[in-house]
């Protein structure tokens, strides 16, 4: 069974950084597409970034471009994201997937189909 633990997340100022990390287990999901997601408040769940199995490609929604890193470690089986000069707009849930099906693409977006989730992690940014 799939199980994936986000950790990382907390409170920081505008114009911080935080690091969230993203563990898989059950099995390795080398071959599988990876992605953030988050939920503000009142809002609905939307994607933040993706990165496909090998990691040579990447897709980030425009609101992060330039400032959100999404890498992974398959060694680890584990996905990243790097966030740096964080906005109060970035306060949220943020989630990680997994996609359903081995060796999709991310770019563009649509390919892949995430079916399993993490819990969530909070995000707060104060400005």
């Known amino acids: 069974q799939v199980q994936l633990v986000e950790s990382g997340g907390g409170s920081v100022e505008a114009g911080g950084s935080l690091r969230l990390s993203c563990a898989a287990s059950?099995?390795?999901?080398?071959?599988?597409?990876r992605a953030w997601f988050r939920q503000a408040p009142g809002k609905e769940r939307e994607f933040v970034a993706a990165i496909n199995w090998s990691g040579r490609s990447t897709y980030y929604i425009d609101s992060v471009k330039g400032r959100f890193t999404i890498s992974r470690d398959n060694a680890k089986n584990t996905v990243y994201l790097q966030m740096n000069s964080l906005k109060a707009d970035d306060t949220a849930v943020y989630y990680c997937?997994?996609?359903?099906?081995?060796?999709?693409?991310?770019?563009?977006?649509?390919?892949?189909?995430?079916?399993?989730w993490g819990q969530g992690i909070q995000v707060t940014v104060s400005s």
């Open positions: 059950g099995r390795s999901f080398s071959i599988y597409a």
């Open positions: 997937a997994i996609d359903g099906r081995p060796y999709r693409e991310v770019d563009p977006p649509g390919l892949a189909d995430y079916g399993s």
